[in-house]
């Protein structure tokens, strides 16, 4: 018999079996995948973003970033954030994709965090698109007021 116990340390999913002969197995998952959080009257494009206390400010600090599978982009309730939202893949020197692309099961979600209204994305018509998701696959948005 096998016995399975998961254990959840910091970013790391740790599995460790036990057979009943007391030979332990220890492996070790992918990462967690990490929450960036913006917020356009309280945030700083200097910060991380990787907290509500940290969060992002402007949309072309999040266009910067390259979000990989299973990452989520989530905007503060109540805000408007004028210009718009890239979301991109990028490829290695070899021609590779290498990141910006979430996967079957490991959807790069963007979405909202916070109370009140649906965070606005307003593009004022400077853009073809308010939001404009290029050469990439598995995005989800959802609960954002979008308007060009």
């Given amino acids: ?44 494009d200097g910060h991380s973003g990787l907290s509500p206390a940290l969060a992002w400010r402007t949309l072309e600090k999040v266009n910067e970033h390259v979000f990989q599978a299973g990452e989520r982009l989530l905007f503060r309730a109540g805000r408007v954030y004028e210009g718009q939202l890239v979301i991109k893949s990028r490829r290695s020197e070899d021609g590779q994709r290498a990141s910006g692309r979430g996967e079957g099961g490991r959807l790069i979600r963007i979405d909202r965090y916070g109370e009140g209204g649906k965070p606005r994305i307003e593009a004022d018509g400077l853009f073809r698109s308010a939001v404009h ?16």
């Fill in 1 to 44: 018999m096998v016995s399975i116990k998961y254990v959840w340390v910091r970013h790391w999913v740790v599995m460790v079996g036990c057979f009943l002969w007391g030979l332990p197995i220890v492996s070790v998952a992918q990462t967690a995948a990490a929450t960036y959080y913006v917020d356009a009257l309280g945030g700083d």
């Fill in 133 to 148: 998701i290029f050469n990439t696959e598995y995005i989800e948005v959802c609960h954002l007021d979008i308007s060009n």
